[in-house]
Every structure is written in structure tokens, then in C-alpha cells.
């Protein structure tokens, strides 16, 4: 599968590479492989144009998994307005809009955006005691130390299995 991200410079979409130029392969459970799966057959891919590299850049056309409902390429701010604070705020991690008609005003909360969703992915897979080589490999960090300075905290067993070993 090709992995492209979109960007966005004054409001003109553009397809890029992921964040450090490369792109990564995930091992994920069967129960996670399988909800795209059941996605694509529901909504099949949309093929889209847009500019690579930078908005001026030469057209390239990817296949999208996500679209918006008039078949085009999703921006980042239009998923966060619309989808993404929505749900939190639906799940009751974050406070709902005080006034409905304010949705488009949501908070800028970092900790609350969609990226949080790595951060999350790679501190359950470390606290699962999963290699931080591995882990280094899946987020596309150019070394596990890297990895290392971001998740450390998430390693509750650290120091421990050593003891145990030694028992």
C-alpha cells in the first residue's frame, strides 16, 4: 500500500511523504487489518489528483481510503472540525461546545489532536513490553534512541525483568 499524507498551505491541499520521508509497514492483529478491509468494500478507494510534494508541485493521483462525501481529499483542519473534536467530545474526552453553532471554534488542544493517536499506539505497544528497535522501525525514528526519548516512561516493567532474570 502507498502512504502519502495531505498538507495544506494557504488552504491549498498537496500530497506528501509521511513525516521523516519514508514510509513505514506496521505489524497489526487481525482485528485491526480487518475493519479497513470491511471499510474499503463498503466505501471503495477514491482515486484523487492533487499536487505533490508542495501546492505547485506536478499532479500525482493516489487512491484514498478517506473521503470527504463529495469524494475529495480530507483536510486535516476540516477532519478535526467535523470528525475527529466531535467524537472526543461525544466519548466524553473533552467538553462538548457550548454552543452547537460554534463547532467550526473548537479549542486548540494539542494532547486532543489526531496525532495523539501514534503517541498512543506507541506507548500501548512498549508498555506491552514490544522491542524498542521494533517500535523504532514502526514510527519511522531514525534510531531507538529516539524512540527511547519520547517513551521511556511507558516501560513500567524496566528494570524489573532484570531482576527477575537474576532470581
Do not use: C
Amino acid at each position: 500500500m502507498s502512504v502519502a499524507k495531505s498538507g495544506a498551505i494557504k488552504g491549498r491541499l498537496y500530497f506528501t511523504v509521511p513525516k521523516g520521508k519514508k514510509t513505514r509497514t506496521v505489524d497489526v492483529p487481525s482485528s485491526v487489518a480487518d475493519e479497513p478491509k470491511r471499510h474499503v468494500e463498503a466505501f471503495p478507494p477514491v482515486e484523487v489528483e492533487l499536487p505533490w510534494g508542495k501546492p505547485e508541485g506536478p499532479g500525482r493521483k493516489l487512491s484514498l481510503v478517506l473521503t470527504t462525501r463529495f469524494g475529495n481529499a480530507v483536510a486535516v483542519n476540516t477532519w478535526n472540525t467535523h470528525t475527529w473534536k466531535p467524537a472526543l467530545a461525544e466519548a466524553g474526552i473533552i467538553s462538548p461546545r457550548a454552543n452547537e453553532a460554534k463547532r467550526r471554534q473548537w479549542a486548540a488542544a494539542p494532547k486532543d489532536g489526531f496525532h495523539v493517536l501514534r503517541h498512543i499506539y506507541a506507548s500501548l505497544m512498549l508498555e506491552a513490553g514490544e522491542s524498542v528497535v521494533t517500535s523504532a522501525r514502526w514510527l519511522g525514528h531514525s534510531s531507538p534512541a529516539v524512540t527511547l526519548g519520547y517513551y521511556a516512561h511507558f516501560m513500567p516493567e524496566a528494570g524489573s525483568k532484570g531482576r527477575t532474570a537474576i532470581d
